[in-house]
């Protein structure tokens, strides 16, 4: 997972360093004023619901009915709004999704085959980032494979000397791993990153630089962990460059943050964080 200021590499190449609550449904309560003027029995009598009311409700639910429909609207024409097929929404969200289907090749354990336009390069940053964030990176071999799946030919050994230097023993050591990188006998090591927006800050025919915003887990799930599970929020920026029919990543560098306020839910138990991660598997990030 890209934990930056932990690892001490946040920078490029391959830096590393709770949940926000929205409220849902809820009861709205009208309060309904009665008839002035006296009754001449001395009681208040029930207003009797009159057409306006009526007209009221039906207008709220032909206008939702409405809403819905048009958020579903797709498959239509691109022009559709007055704009020209080319043109960009501007009401469009960054990561909106766009219909376009997800890839479908591999290359290895990292999804491949994207499409050579802007929505192709981001949705390649954010698979690269799940790649290099995740715990297959503190294996030799496997880190090797990582980086020739997603980097580019040309910047393949720089970021292999980097990175071999940074998955250090000691670094191991930091978050409670063997010397070899791998878990104590006991203990499920955890590093997982999950992008949740992406946006594109430059491009051009053959190239792009995408910003990627992650959430992300790292540590040991096990019983009497010294460095347990805990979660962060970090900003990865890859430049890209279309090579050989794909995209790959040239240069990658992290900062922290934006973060969200923390919320109060209650902390899992270490064997409860170590079920999920093994059986929830991850996802391939393609708008």
Not at 209 to 227: D, F
Request: with cysteine.
């Amino acid at each position: 997972m890209s934990q930056g200021d932990e690892r001490g590499y946040g920078d490029e190449p391959g830096g590393r360093t709770e949940d926000a609550y929205s409220t849902l449904g809820g009861t709205r309560q009208t309060r309904t004023r009665l008839p002035g003027g006296d009754d001449s029995d001395g009681y208040n009598r029930r207003p009797t619901r009159g057409s306006r009311s009526l007209v009221m409700v039906v207008g709220v639910v032909v206008l939702l009915i409405a809403a819905i429909a048009f958020a579903n609207r797709g498959g239509g024409d691109d022009t559709a709004g007055g704009g020209s097929g080319t043109d960009k929404k501007a009401d469009s969200a960054p990561t909106a999704p766009t219909g376009t289907k997800p890839v479908t090749g591999r290359n290895g354990v990292t999804a491949s085959g994207f499409a050579h336009d802007e929505q192709g390069a981001q949705s390649a940053a954010a698979n690269y980032a799940v790649a290099l964030g995740s715990a297959d990176m503190f294996d030799k071999t496997k880190r090797d494979g990582i980086l020739n799946a997603v980097i580019a030919p040309q910047s393949v050994n720089r970021f292999r000397t980097t990175l071999d230097q940074a998955y250090s023993t000691d670094f191991f050591r930091n978050l409670g791993l063997n010397d070899d990188g791998t878990a104590p006998a006991g203990f499920a090591f955890i590093s997982r990153t999950s992008p949740v927006g992406t946006r594109l800050t430059k491009s051009a025919t053959d190239q792009a630089t995408v910003e990627v915003w992650c959430s992300g887990l790292i540590g040991l799930a096990g019983e009497g962990s010294t460095k347990p599970v805990s979660d962060g929020w970090f900003t990865i920026t890859m430049e890209l460059q279309w090579i050989n029919g794909d995209w790959k990543a040239v240069t990658h560098s992290q900062k922290e943050g934006p973060a969200p306020v923390g919320g109060d839910d209650r902390a899992s138990s270490a064997e409860e964080i170590a079920g999920a991660v093994s059986g929830f598997g991850g996802f391939t990030y393609a708008r």
